[in-house]
């Protein structure tokens, strides 16, 4: 399995520290208001990175924060005339529910920086004994040059960022690189008690602290938007490495920026809060289905740009529905198709074998859920011939129609794409009650109920009562049921 790995800018051999598990850690969400569909791509890439390694078999430790404690935090609590916890304790919660809603599993640990605060203080304490960092009026700040690797990660040379930090004179550092570990409180901020007086934590810190709590090093996965790489990765790896002494992250993976087209500068620029051109997951999940969200996002690789529109929303909510459609045919075909003779289908399950093989080689390939999901359209299409094919069926056709639409699911599902069947199932108890009472049919089996109202169709129409044979038609219909006359005689075909 190769991962590209953003601090070689170059694809490597996944190999984890321990053979057959996995530690893994990526950068949660500040709290201070909803997230919007950019970052939630993000959390998405890495729901998918870890569906997938636990589906190859590894045992995977997620660890996500929540940093609940920040300047916007506060800010939006002034604005609000709330207090910081109220606004954090809010939209966590939301931030936690929406996650849900759009299909992404709780990590394993979801540490909150409020709660680790004396594992933050002891990694200061460890920084400034080892000379990496320094008090100055109730602060604490990063020494960046006493870092040799200081810009490794994010391809950057310390003099330069020298050069472009000067502006920013900050009387308090001894050297405008330097930044923040530990913030002295002002009045009406939160604020903990440390050797250094009361303050709270630099934004930074959290990550070093709880990933080496929760973790481990070195990390085998760390990840986080493209967008966090600098400064933020770079401080968190300065740090971790400076106090431990040993390397922090064996690969790191960056996802790609979702965009969004500017009708007035006609550019597609970041979703961010602060360009304020962003769509907040819950609202865009009211208008559509999360299965339709994620395929549209999974259709482009993680580390690629994301250009989002209504129209892909669209057309990837109808993708979705192609193949629901299949799946509900295979399922209804498997036992409804009039009997027959079995036929060879030594073609159907190489396709699915095939299916299977390129569905997992794309994904070994760093994560390529696009070129994933053309092998599941690839054998959606051939499932569709291989039902226009077999319209009568022997016992082995029924089982390789199964065993189709399973495999199809399956996949799906390893990229948390789940097509729910309840539909069908719901239906069948509807197809009997529409048999009922339109032909008197007393039993609970579907398939009875359907020969019941094509039987009395086809007499409906012997007798030329074409309200009957129309309320018959009308009736399946609704049910999402479509009867298509063949030369073998009317059948019955679940939603096409
Ligand atoms: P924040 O709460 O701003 O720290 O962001 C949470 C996560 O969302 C981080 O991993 C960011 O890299 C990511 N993120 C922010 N904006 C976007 C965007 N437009 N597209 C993709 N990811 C984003
Ligand atoms: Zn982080």
């Keep these: 399995m190769q991962i590209y790995n953003s601090a070689t800018h170059r694809k490597e051999e996944f190999v984890p520290r321990e053979p057959g598990k996995v530690a893994m850690y990526a950068c949660g969400p500040t709290v201070y208001n909803h997230i919007h569909i950019g970052n939630a791509r993000t959390f998405l890439t890495f729901d998918v990175v870890r569906k997938y390694l636990s589906f190859r078999g590894y045992d995977v430790t997620f660890v996500q924060n929540i940093t609940d404690v920040d300047d916007k935090i506060i800010n939006r609590a002034h604005e609000e005339g709330k207090t910081p916890e109220e606004i954090a304790a809010f939209y966590t919660e939301a931030f936690i529910e929406t996650m849900h809603r759009f299909g992404i599993d709780d990590p394993d ?15 200061v304490q460890l920084l400034i004994d080892r000379g990496h960092a320094y008090e100055s009026q109730g602060d604490v700040y990063f020494s960046v040059r006493s870092f040799a690797n200081y810009g490794e990660l994010s391809n950057r040379n310390v003099d330069e960022l020298e050069s472009g930090a000067r502006v920013d004179v900050n ?11 530990w913030k002295a409180a002002k009045p009406g901020e939160p604020h903990w008690n440390s050797p250094w007086g009361e303050g709270r934590p630099g934004w930074h810190l959290e990550c070093s602290a ?7 090093l070195p990390l085998d996965i760390h990840g986080g938007g493209n967008d966090l790489a600098f ?4 401080n968190e790896k300065a740090q971790t490495e ?30 961010s809060k602060s360009l304020g051109n962003f769509l907040l997951l819950k609202d865009v999940l009211d208008t559509c289905d999360a299965e339709a969200l994620r395929l549209l996002m999974l259709q482009t690789h993680y580390r690629s740009p994301l250009n989002f529109g209504d129209d892909r929303l669209k057309e990837a909510a109808s993708s979705l529905e192609r193949i629901t459609t299949v799946v509900r045919n295979l399922r ?11 036929t060879d289908l030594a073609a159907c399950d190489s396709a699915r074998e095939k299916m299977h093989a390129d569905f997992i080689e794309a994904m070994d390939d760093d994560f ?33 129609a199964i065993a189709n639409a399973d495999a199809i699911e399956k996949l799906l599902g390893v990229l948390g794409i789940h097509i ?64 298509e006359d063949t030369p073998n005689g009317a059948r019955v075909v679940y939603g096409k």
């Design 231 to 234: 400064p933020h990765h770079e």
């Design 109 to 123: 640990v979801r540490p909150r920086a409020t709660q680790e605060i004396s594992e933050m203080i002891a990694l």
């Design 420 to 483: 729910t069947q309840e539909e069908a199932i719901e239906n069948a108890d509807e197809v009997c009650a529409l048999a009922k009472e339109l032909t008197g049919y007393e039993g609970e089996n579907v398939q009875d109920a359907v020969e019941a109202l094509l039987a009395s169709r086809q007499e409906a129409r012997s007798v030329k009562d074409w309200a009957r044979a129309d309320a018959v038609r009308d009736g399946l219909a609704g049910l999402g049921f479509v009867i």
């Design 242 to 271: 400076a106090a431990y002494g040993e390397k922090f992250v064996n690969f790191w993976m960056h996802s790609g920026m979702l965009n969004i087209h500017n009708e007035e500068t006609g550019e597609d620029e970041k979703m």
């Design 171 to 181: 009387e308090l550092k001894r050297d405008p690189l330097d930044f923040a570990l």
């Design 368 to 400: 390529n859920s696009a070129g994933a999901l053309a092998a599941v359209f690839t054998f959606v299409s051939f499932c569709n011939r291989f039902l226009e094919e077999n319209e009568t069926m022997g016992d082995v056709a029924r089982k390789a």
């Design 210 to 216: 709880m990933s080496q709590k929760y973790l481990g």
């Design 332 to 342: 209804w075909s498997a036992q409804n198709a009039a009997p027959s003779e079995d």
